[in-house]
């Protein structure tokens, strides 16, 4: 007679069956991108880029695909940076503009690290943690915006899409839609408006409200960096997928895998944002992954209107 435990096997195995939690679903695959696309990467500051969507850009650029990369900002308001430049607890103002030099540097060796034509780049130059209250508060204002950093109320940056425009979300609407025109994308990649970055969710903003305001809403694809406390969890893990963003639960999401060599060439052009680098190191590593993650937009997305 075998062994009692034998007998009690195959009840164990059927009641750890089912008290298992059930596998997620298998998420769809992002259609591939061919040489007859364009797109546009929507980059709220510099290093988005390359944390949302560098092996998107790779995969795009081997297939013959057309890539342009628009910078809302400079990351001219990121405090511990211009510390680290100033040599201050409290950075004077020139040293917030340096900085958005520092940062727009390293995005151009990212941005060429992943083949991306130099005049394919734009850098808009819109204020550092103010892109949702231009968008929101101060879109037709009487007075443009007044960055907290830089004390800036317009674009200062002579290298910028259009220097001297003034910090209203009006005139960002007007130099992204430019920048639409040029590009003529067939798909648009930007930030999630559910993201927690007050930055990243303007630039949702703004990129739904131009689309859907030109009939062109269907084009938009949304990613997401700042998902949620503890995600993405873990570590430099570049073998595991991508998991969905808690903020992102709900929407209609597509994987798209990436081969070897796609990861090898996002993370150098993460590591290309040394500032960066120096001071988020370990989470900017956390996005090194074997998927990236989009979201088809939904039809109800936020209409043209500015409130």
């Not at 940076?81 to 340096?98: C, E, G, S, T, V």
């Not at 290309?272 to 990236?292: D, K, L, N, P, Y």
Request: hydrophobic share 40%; proline share 8%.
């Amino acid at each position: 007679m075998a062994p009692w435990y034998r007998r009690f096997l195959p009840l164990a195995c059927l009641l750890r069956v089912a008290g298992a939690p059930a596998a997620e679903a298998p998420l769809p695959p992002m259609p591939p991108v061919t040489a007859k696309d364009s797109l546009l990467i929507v980059a709220p500051h510099p290093d988005d880029e390359s944390l949302c969507c560098a092996g998107l850009i790779h995969l795009a650029r081997q297939a013959g695909a057309r890539v342009a990369i628009v910078w809302i900002t400079s990351g001219d308001g990121n405090r511990w940076d211009a510390m680290l430049i100033d040599h201050a607890l409290f950075p004077r103002a020139n040293f917030y503009r340096q900085l958005a030099g520092v940062r727009d540097d390293e995005a151009r060796v990212a941005a060429r690290s992943l083949a991306v034509d130099a005049d394919s780049i734009y850098f808009l130059g819109y204020p550092d943690r103010g892109v949702l209250r231009l968008m929101r508060d101060y879109y037709q204002a009487p007075t443009a915006w007044r960055s907290h950093f830089t004390g800036a109320r317009s674009v200062i940056y002579p290298d910028a899409f259009e220097p001297g425009a003034p910090y209203t979300g009006e005139q960002l609407a007007q130099n992204f839609s430019a920048i639409l025109d040029r590009v003529r994308p067939t798909l648009v990649f930007a930030p999630s408006v559910r993201d927690t970055h007050e930055d990243h969710r303007g630039a949702g903003l703004l990129a739904a409200r131009v689309l859907a305001g030109r009939g062109e809403l269907g084009e938009l694809r949304y990613w997401i960096v700042h998902g949620g406390n503890g995600w993405p969890a873990g570590g430099f893990e570049p073998q595991a997928p991508q998991t969905i963003a808690p903020r992102g639960a709900g929407l209609k999401w597509q994987e798209l895998r990436l081969p070897d060599d796609s990861v090898q060439v996002k993370m150098r052009a993460i590591s290309a944002h040394r500032s960066q680098i120096r001071m988020m190191g370990h989470t900017m590593r956390r996005f090194v992954r074997s998927t990236e993650l989009y979201a088809i937009a939904p039809a109800n997305s936020p209409a043209p209107s500015h409130r």
